[in-house]
């Protein structure tokens, strides 16, 4: 009945900018803690950006600070990614995770590990 699907990936240049979109269903997003992490092959999964239900300031990775945005509407029980100046090692497949009550620095840092991931989405940073 949980499920994370996530949407907007794909194919861009450096420097370019994409948003990535995950929209939940079996439960009310805006209650949890969400967050997107990145995993290139052969190295260790890494939180991006992750924000908690109820209002707080989001966390950010060093490599995402000042050019990704988290962002979510109740309305349509999705949660954004906004990425900006992209580069070549941004390359990853991106997940959406969701957990209830960690702290967004917690859940990002894989302290307190998300309850419930997508599928994943490629993004790939090339010219």
């Known amino acids: 009945q949980v499920q994370l699907v996530e949407s907007g990936g794909g194919l861009v240049q450096p420097g370019g900018s994409l948003r990535l979109s995950c929209t939940a269903s079996g439960f009310a997003l805006v209650y949890h803690t969400v967050g997107w992490f990145r995993q290139a092959p052969g190295k260790e999964r890494e939180g991006v950006s992750c924000?908690?239900?109820?209002?707080?300031?989001?966390y950010y990775s060093d490599s995402a600070k000042g050019r990704f945005t988290i962002s979510r509407d109740p309305a349509v029980n999705t949660v954004y990614l906004d990425m900006k100046t992209l580069r070549p090692e941004d390359t990853a497949i991106y997940y959406c995770?969701?957990?209830?009550?960690?702290?967004?620095?917690?859940?990002?840092?894989?302290?307190?590990?998300?309850?419930?991931w997508g599928q994943g989405i490629q993004v790939t940073v090339s010219s």
């Open positions: 995770a969701t957990g209830i009550g960690p702290a967004a620095k917690d859940m990002c840092l894989l302290t307190l590990p998300p309850a419930y």
């Open positions: 924000i908690r239900g109820g209002g707080g300031s989001p």
